[in-house]
């Protein structure tokens, strides 16, 4: 099996920073794609951003300058630097991932959830 685990969410300020972590461990060969998707009350889920083990990117149209997505393939961590933070980034922040596990099945997981509140 496959844990995901997310850590860094809290509130902050309007303006301010915010550093998400999502570390990966268990049965895993590689992880093709590590993603950040968000939940805010009475909204649908959405992509945050996205980037696969080759270092390719894809960005929220909203969040591109603001958000900074990472990954370090060698621990199977992701980050996500948030800045500039508005209000309307209040949401519940999960890790998503697409899994090649030991077994070399493709499987998707997904984490709790951080919940980030931004506040004054």
């Known amino acids: 099996q496959v844990q995901v685990v997310e850590s860094g969410g809290g509130l902050v300020r309007p303006g301010g920073s915010l550093r998400l972590s999502c570390a990966a461990s268990?049965?895993?060969?590689?992880?093709?794609?590590m993603g950040w998707y968000r939940h805010a009350p009475g909204k649908q889920r959405e992509l945050v951003a996205t980037?696969?083990?080759?270092?390719?990117?894809n960005y929220a149209d909203s969040l591109k300058g603001r958000f900074t997505i990472s990954r370090d393939n060698a621990k199977n961590t992701m980050s996500l630097q948030m800045n500039s933070l508005k209000p309307e980034d209040t949401a519940v922040y999960y890790c998503?991932?697409?899994?090649?596990?030991?077994?070399?099945?493709?499987?998707?997981?997904w984490g709790k959830g951080t919940l980030v509140t931004v506040s004054s």
């Open positions: 998503h991932l697409e899994v090649i596990t030991l077994l070399q099945s493709p499987m998707e997981f």
């Open positions: 980037m696969t083990s080759g270092g390719t990117t």
């Open positions: 268990g049965s895993i060969f590689s992880i093709n794609v």
